[in-house]
Structure formats: structure tokens, C-alpha cells
């Protein structure tokens, strides 16, 4: 049996060739049809996090808000937007592919291709079973939503591998230890965050309002360590 987390690495092979055609779409689009599209994707991310949103059970709403509350607190002290801004200042500096919604479309990648519970079942199916039907399929969708997403928001999209790498393949590694972890509640939480986090960043994208979407990711994790202890708490109790 395989250690190795073969269907991340396909899942990474997609988001990439996806992202390559979507910013050559973004080249080749005039810029009336880029700012529709920009107006169509950001709208389907709205649509996209309501669903997420609502899978969240009523009796961990206020779990929940404590997560995001405390991820965000987390995520503005140890700055998470200026390490993502830093991030797309040295890539404009050196690869001269930063552009302006950089941030933006690598918040969008890591939220739809890392936070969903596709995401956390297929890696540890892989690695606890050597099952990768569901990293398989979500290949193929996070293909697709790539293409979208960079025809949109550029290059950005395409570094978005990089949390996957460590996100989905770590899960795949560390199996094993990470299956007992993640319930059916835990599941709905971190489905629920990313779908909040969705709706924060399509009303920045469609300038609704201003969101520092980047600082609320630590609720991300924030959200599972809390239910974990909450479990392990009433257990005892």
C-alpha cells in the first residue's frame, strides 16, 4: 500500500492545469467580459458558501461563532493578511505575476479546494484504505472551479496547491491518528466556516463591503480543536 498521497498530487496536477487555462483566459478575454465574469464567479462563491453555511447543526451555532471569533482574533495577532500581501509582493518582485486580486484568488483556492469535507474524507480514505474514488472526483471538480476562479483572479488560484499539499496530503499521511478526529459534527463545522468564509469573500470581491477575509482562516482549524475538546470535555464529564 502506497504512503505516498497520490491523489493529492493529481488533485495539485488539475488545480494547475486548471489555473494555467484560466489565466490565458484571462489574457485573451476583453476587458468587458473579464469584469462579467469577475460578477458571475464572485456570485457563485455567494451562492456557493449560503449552502456550505447552513450544514452547520443549530446546537453548534454558538461553538461556531466562538471559532470564528477566536480564529479571527488569532489570525489578525499573528498576521495572516500581511504574510499574503507580503507573499504577492515578492512574487510580483520576482516572477512579475502578482496582480491585484493575487490575495483574493489564493483565499478563494485554499477555501474551496481545502475546507470542504470531500476534502478530509477522501484523504483519509486514501491513506486509510488506499480509496482515492473521492480525491478523484474532486480533482476533476477543483479542475473546473480553477479555470473559473483564474480567469478571474488571476495566478493566485494556481498557489493554492501549496496549502492543499500540506492540508490534503498531511491528512493522507497522518490517517491513521486524524480518522477518529474528525466526526460528523466536525465535519459540518469546518463545511459551515468555509462556507462563511465564501460569503466574507465574495461580498470583498463584489466590493460590497470590506472583509480581511485572510485573518478569519485560522477558524479553520480553530473550529475543530474546539469541538474536539468540547467532545473530549463531556466525555469525561
Sequence with gaps: MSKLPVGTFINMSTVVFGSMIGVMLQQV???SIQS?????????ILILGLQMSLKVPEGLMVMFIFSLILGGIIGELIGVKAFLDGCEVWIKNNFQLGERQFTEGLIAGIILFCA???TIV???EEGFQNKRELL?????FDGIMAVALASSYGIGVLFSIIPMLFIQGGLTLLAGKAKPLFTKNILALVSGMGGVLLIALSIKILELSE???ANLLPALVICVIVA?????LKVKV
Excluded: C, D, H, N
Design 211 to 213: 472583509f480581511f477575509v
Design 136 to 140: 478523484l472526483i474532486k480533482s476533476v
Design 29 to 31: 478575454f476583453p476587458e
Design 228 to 232: 474536539w475538546g468540547y467532545t473530549r
Design 36 to 44: 462579467i465574469v469577475f460578477q458571475a464567479v464572485g456570485l457563485g
Design 122 to 124: 477522501g484523504a483519509i
Design 116 to 118: 470542504s469535507p470531500i
